[in-house]
């Protein structure tokens, strides 16, 4: 399978606040939504990477005619995979009425084959809400600010969470409050969801953006 050198750019991320878009993205639904809550710096050279977030996150997203279209995105996400190894990659994917008898496969080919995290949204204006969460909900120095965004974004979040299996509303926002972004949700511990949610859905949660499903 075809497997490119990771581009340079994705090897130097970009700062705090700002995210690295493939110029394809310039003037879309999505980068609108993204106007005044990060700063957008658009590349061409990005390979199959359609962003790049700081902390050497990668995304690719699937629209939902991509869905529909057939499996041709099954060959993207897998060069998206092997061009960048090394770095994390998250696959951002629009999971709306027409799409959603195609998301369990595609979300078992992802998770399960390729080892990647998928986070379902419902649009491209959710995309960009939840990108941004992921590129502001890593500050640590200004709590004042992520107590603002993650009251902003807090609804998508919710949203995302209540898609894993076992997981309610109650549980749901429990989570939220001791993992206030998605970066410290999916890197969380099966240890460490235990006391908040029980080992049967803490397995859940690693098992839904994780290669942990047995």
Not at 142 to 151: G, H
Not at 160 to 167: K, N
């Given at each position: ?123 491209a204006a959710e995309a960009a809400q939840l990108i941004t969460q992921l590129v502001l909900g890593e500050n ?75």
């Open positions: 399978m075809e497997s490119k050198p990771v581009p340079w750019k994705l090897l130097h991320a970009p700062p705090y606040g700002q995210v690295i878009s493939h110029e394809k993205w310039r003037g879309s639904t999505l980068l609108q939504s993204l106007r005044g809550s990060v700063k957008t710096i658009f590349e061409e050279e990005l390979g199959v990477v359609d962003f790049c977030l700081s902390n050497k996150t990668c995304v690719l997203y699937v629209s939902e005619s991509d869905l529909v279209a057939g499996n041709d995105y099954r060959r993207k996400i897998v060069r998206f995979r092997n061009a960048n190894s090394g770095l994390q990659g998250i696959v951002i994917v629009e999971k709306t009425r027409l799409s959603e008898q195609y998301f369990s496969g595609l979300q078992k080919f992802v998770v399960l084959e390729l080892g990647l995290t998928v986070l379902p949204v419902s649009s640590k120095e200004n709590p004042f600010l992520r107590k603002s965004v993650s009251r902003l974004l807090e609804p998508v979040v919710l949203s995302l969470i209540l898609q894993i299996p076992g997981v309610g509303k109650v549980k749901a926002i429990q989570l939220l409050q001791r993992f206030p972004s998605i970066h410290q949700l999916c890197g969380a511990s099966v240890h460490e969801l235990e006391p908040i949610v029980g080992q049967a859905t803490a397995q859940h949660i690693t098992a839904f953006f994780h290669n942990q499903f047995t």
